[in-house]
């Protein structure tokens, strides 16, 4: 009975020490199931985000959607870059001093900025990247922001020079990744299928369709971002299959139409984005019968902003009146969204002064890539019956879309938003008649031109909110498109996300978004 009773005290005593060591190797880092899977749940450093469609271009020069460039620009920088107050901060440029005469730019380029692919960022990579922009060497400019550019240098290593032909109130705007991402010359003829710039995240791969994975950088400059260490872009159209992901916690950021905001706001965080951009409903106003003033008022006056915000946003949005948001503060002008009233005797009676009494049939061609254009589209044909006008909806790729539609001008009606910018001018010369690549209304309208002409040479403030306003007057009179709604985005994402910023443009920043747990 002892000899027993001392082997049971022996046996319990080393199952206690191997149970001691057992926790202290746990405790200590060690590779048990369980406390690798505490590892992993506290390091969440992945994130697999939804978009609606693929981008139409990676290279950032050659990119118009605003779908792009929500995901490009986290791999990209300017000299400058946007906050999201819509001002500017320093980029690949520490600082900039500007000429008593308002021609010469002196850059300051920041130290030890490097590309994606390992190496350092050049004058002479300054210098390629505003060539291609401008065509110097190809003859074909990829943008017409520089064109008042008389001449570009650099003097040393960290100084990069750019001298005006004329003062040009709205040129630092054009330094950002929007409009002049800085590109490595040694990848000239390889920016859309490898893109490198000096952002936050470097590209994995493309597979269209499917989707954009990017990854950190882990030398970019500014050490503390970013930290995540790989995002995917998932491509869906389908707002219930992108749903139905989220809530499999399939991905962990979306966006959600306003009618289903119920179904995600008890589990999920919600973020609602003043969009600063304009949802129009526009023409080609080179063909009959949109080339007459009569014709655009009277679908004005037909058509219901009301109905749209109501049945399409469930009221998150706010009336527009011309193709600025009140997102522009002071640069906007207030009361022209009430410019034509829902009055459908009156848009009967300007068909017939325009020669169609009877009204006619036409056509508006809309992108698949977001369902919200094919219901606005639904509205319109609707409203539109009650003076006669009789629309067929046609519903094409987004591919499709921006190739026939926006480049190819070979539309009559469409829906589209116009996404926002940080400047007044950039937001408002889609509609000068000689800026071919983005007027695809085929606006024309010399006073409007004047005045963006105009603008760009004064560098009063109060002047330039003047001649940006009577802008929008005339953009309102002549009908150029039906203003609806500057609509928010309500965004659903993990509840322990934290750092979402918001731009008044299109842009998905991922730097400072990180798990909290």
């Not at 809530?247 to 139409?257: G, K």
């Not at 560098?459 to 929008?472: G, H, W």
Request: include cysteine.
């Amino acid at each position: 009975m002892k000899k027993n009773r001392r082997w049971l005290m022996f046996f319990s005593m080393m199952v206690v020490c191997v149970l001691i060591i057992s926790a202290c190797s746990s405790d200590n880092g060690g590779n048990t199931d369980d406390a690798s899977g505490e590892d992993v749940k506290d390091e969440r450093k992945e994130i697999k985000v939804r978009i609606n469609s693929d981008p139409d271009f990676l290279d950032p020069h050659l990119a118009t959607a605003s779908i792009s460039f929500q995901m490009i620009l986290n791999m990209f920088e300017g000299l400058l870059s946007p906050n999201t107050d819509g001002s500017l901060k320093p980029a690949i440029a520490e600082s900039f001093e500007l000429s008593d005469d308002g021609l010469t730019y002196t850059f300051n380029i920041r130290d030890n900025v490097t590309f994606h692919n390992g190496e350092p960022v050049t004058v002479e990579d300054i210098q390629y990247t505003f060539d291609r922009l401008m065509g110097t060497t190809s003859g074909e400019p990829l943008s017409s922001n520089f064109d008042k550019v008389a001449s570009l240098g650099a003097p040393d290593d960290d100084t990069f020079v750019i001298t005006l032909t004329e003062p040009n109130s709205n040129f630092l705007y054009s330094l950002t990744a929007l409009e002049a991402a800085i590109v490595p010359e040694s990848n000239d003829d390889k920016h859309n299928e490898n893109p490198i710039g000096t952002g936050p995240f470097k590209f994995v791969s493309y597979s269209p369709g499917v989707d954009l994975v990017l990854e950190k950088n882990e030398e970019y400059w500014n050490e503390e971002l970013p930290h995540l260490n790989k995002v995917t872009f998932a491509f869906q159209s389908d707002d219930q299959s992108a749903l139905m992901a989220l809530q499999a916690d399939e991905y962990d950021l979306t966006s959600v139409p306003a009618h289903r905001i119920s179904e995600v706001e008890n589990d999920f965080k919600l973020e609602y984005q003043q969009n600063n951009s304009s949802l129009i409903i526009t023409f080609n106003e080179e063909n009959k019968p949109f080339d007459d003033v009569k014709v655009r008022q009277a679908v004005n006056h037909a058509l219901s902003k009301s109905d749209i915000i109501d049945s399409v946003y469930s009221g998150y949005a706010t009336e527009l009146g011309s193709n600025m948001s009140p997102a522009m503060d002071k640069f906007y002008l207030d009361g022209l969204q009430t410019t034509y009233a829902n009055d459908i005797e009156k848009g009967k009676e300007l068909l017939a002064e325009a020669g169609y009494p009877d009204g006619f049939k036409t056509k508006i061609t809309v992108s698949s890539h977001n369902v919200m254009y094919t219901n606005v589209a639904q509205v319109a044909v609707e409203n539109l019956k009650q003076i006669g006008i009789d629309v067929e909806i046609e519903v094409v790729e987004w591919g499709i879309w921006l190739d026939r539609v926006y480049k190819g001008r070979d539309y009559e009606m469409t829906a589209i938003d116009l996404t926002g910018r940080p400047s007044a001018y950039d937001i408002l010369n889609d509609y000068i008649s000689t800026n071919d690549a983005e007027n695809f209304f085929k606006f024309k309208n010399e006073e409007f031109d004047k005045i963006m002409s105009d603008v760009l040479l004064e560098a009063d403030v109060d002047k330039q909110v003047e001649l940006y306003q009577r802008a929008q007057e005339i953009l309102a009179e002549e009908a150029a498109a039906v203003y609806i709604a500057d609509y928010q985005v309500v965004w659903a994402m993990d509840s322990a996300l934290e750092g979402f910023n918001m731009y008044p443009f299109f842009f998905l920043d991922m730097s400072e978004l990180r798990f909290t747990e």
